[in-house]
């Protein structure tokens, strides 16, 4: 039963990470750009975040 009370708030984060990634991702393709998930690599910069393991990279000369 003590279980239950540990699996609920979990549940709850997994429910709302999952909310939030599809606007910032639709905001990242917006802008012109992608998820990508760790960082980006060149030809690509920096130009947002999609979530806390993936940041929205753009190509540099676009």
Avoid: D, E, N, Q
């Avoid at 039963?1 to 709850?12: A, G, K, N, Q």
């Avoid at 939030?20 to 750009?33: D, E, F, P, T, V």
């Amino acid at each position: 039963m003590r279980i239950l009370f540990l699996l609920f708030p979990l549940f709850l984060l997994l429910v709302s990470s999952a909310a939030g990634k599809r606007g910032k991702g639709k905001s990242c393709i917006r802008r012109g750009g992608f998820c990508a998930v760790g960082g980006c690599r060149f030809p690509y910069k920096y130009v947002g975040v999609c979530s806390t393991l993936s940041h929205c990279c753009k190509l540099i000369w676009g």
